[in-house]
């Protein structure tokens, strides 16, 4: 089976790295291994769009990162309506995704360990702390919005939230469309 894939260029805001190429599925949808299968973990569109369309994306993985057992993500999408958007590409009518989610995991058990010396010309004192973590589960909430316009053919706009158990906001990633030239026109052929 032959699947489409989108390609583009994504460059953080003020670096100097060169961009770095992005494929993504048809439906801007991203894949990876999840527990050795090829899993959806993102699907912020989901054609047709149309006001009122819904869909949940959801996966558990299981040893995601040394300090999780195991992490579960369920999110919830739903196409609110149209609304015009301004980003340095220009001014767009698009169509706006929002999703709210939750996401859990099982804290590896681990231990670490932290030591400090102090010498003198007469001694020497060395400190230890063992630090154990004890397996917990902890989770926390989402929340993203994108912003498709049809004459792009993409967002042109998004915002990902991620909060955790006590409400607090650790990570948020914007992006805005920088730049866009219109395909050409269909012309005699």
């Known amino acids: 089976m032959l699947t489409a894939l989108v390609g583009l260029s994504v460059k953080t805001n003020g670096s100097t790295q060169p961009p ?16 050795g299968k090829d899993t959806v973990v993102n699907r912020p569109l989901a054609f047709p769009l149309s006001q009122g369309k819904s869909w949940d994306l959801g996966f558990t ?26 980003v340095p590409a220009g001014k ?28 003198r010309q ?39 939230e991620y909060y955790s158990s006590g409400g607090v906001r650790n990570e948020r990633y914007t992006q805005e469309l920088e730049s866009f030239k219109p395909a050409p026109s269909g012309g005699a052929g």
């Open 122 to 160: 007469d001694s020497a004192t060395v400190v230890s702390q063992v630090r154990r973590t004890l397996p917990r589960n902890v989770g926390g909430k989402t929340y993203k919005a994108f912003w498709y316009a049809p004459e792009v053919k993409r967002w042109v706009k998004s915002v990902e």
């Open 92 to 119: 767009f009518r698009a169509l706006k995704i929002e999703s709210e989610g939750h996401w859990e995991a099982e804290l590896a058990p681990s231990q670490s360990v932290v030591q400090g010396a102090e010498s």
């Open 61 to 86: 993985e299981a040893n995601p990162n040394r300090n999780f057992k195991s992490e579960k993500w369920d999110n919830h999408f739903t196409v609110v309506g149209y609304e015009t958007v301004k």
């Open 20 to 35: 770095r190429e992005v494929f993504l599925g048809s439906d801007w949808s991203r894949s990876r291994d999840v527990n």
